[in-house]
């Protein structure tokens, strides 16, 4: 089934690439360990079991790692009106509906395919904001979904996942020997820590320049499918605001999935430029255009 999100073809386009650059890294990635650790059947089973578990499994990890679960029709009554409202509109499956009780106002949607996904929203987020603003905050998460760029996100960032753990497990395994290594132990093992380290780099920074585009993408759709962009520029405000004044310790505890959030739940300074998202100002700045190319009156706090 085809949404009514309008398409775009640069988020299209930077999928494919994106996709394409990670699948020659990880060919190579594999490559490079069959070699080193003599074992091509290990690591392509190993490799392929983790890919197929972060795909398959992408919307139970995310909804436990948030504290989320279903909810039904009867317990949320508002929320599930706007997600039906909101997928008539754009002519798409209804997603399962979760709701994390989290003071952290935020919103993801995850899933590999839209008859298989989930959108999620904190309670913080619904206490904060006007029912016209929520619209605004699920309309962009739908968005990802019709676009299938969650499921893209999720596959895209399963190599640096590899990556980390073969780091972690190298460290703290007793696969290489333990305390008796041998000189060429130790060499196998500094190279696989090289080549993780560079494949999970390398990975960071081309699913962070995906990411950054997409949260602009799903701004847009969201706009135009709603016809009000500055409500949400108004939910954007408000949401990157009151996650500022957050405590450090529980921000830290979810900056792992900021790829899938409404808004990233981090920082300023150098985290800014390895963001998963677009700063707040180029965010506003596209929905101000939006607004005026769609004549809406220019009150950017009103949730009407």
């Given amino acids: 089934m085809r949404s009514r999100f309008r398409g775009d073809r640069g988020l299209t386009a930077r999928m494919a690439v994106t996709l394409f650059l990670l699948g020659l890294l990880y060919v190579a990635f594999v490559g490079a360990l069959v070699v080193l650790l003599k074992s091509w059947v290990l690591v392509v089973v190993v490799a392929a079991g983790l890919l197929g578990a972060q795909y398959w499994f992408s919307d139970r990890i995310a909804l436990y790692a948030m504290r989320g679960r279903v909810v039904e029709r009867e317990e949320w009554p508002e929320l599930h009106a706007v997600v039906d409202r909101l997928c008539a509109l754009a002519d798409m499956p209804r997603p399962v509906v979760a709701v994390s009780a989290m003071d952290m106002p935020n919103a993801f949607a995850t899933g ?34 019709a676009h299938k760029d969650v499921a893209v996100i999720t596959v895209a960032s399963f190599l640096g996942v590899l990556a980390g753990l073969i780091v972690r497990f190298a460290f703290y395994s007793q696969m290489f020997g333990g305390g008796r290594r041998d000189q060429n132990t130790a060499v196998v093992l500094a190279a696989v820590l090289g080549v993780s380290a560079a494949v999970y780099a390398l990975s960071f920074l081309l699913i962070r320049a995906l990411s950054r585009y997409r949260e602009l993408a799903a701004d847009r759709a969201a706009a135009l499918l709603t016809g009000r962009p500055s409500v949400l520029a108004s939910a954007l405000t408000k949401v990157t605001g009151d996650i500022a004044r957050i405590p450090a310790k529980d921000l830290r505890t979810v900056q792992a999935f900021n790829a899938f959030y409404f808004t990233p739940a981090a920082g300023s300074g150098l985290a800014r430029l390895f963001s998963t998202h677009p700063s707040l100002e180029q965010r506003l700045e596209q929905l101000g255009r939006i607004s005026g190319e769609l004549g809406e009156a220019a009150e950017p706090g009103r949730a009407g």
Avoid: F, Q, Y
């Fill in 112 to 145: 590999r395919n839209a008859d298989h996904a989930v959108v999620c929203v904190t309670t913080g987020l619904m206490r904060r904001l006007e029912p016209a603003e929520l619209e605004g905050v699920l309309a962009h998460e739908l968005s990802h979904v």
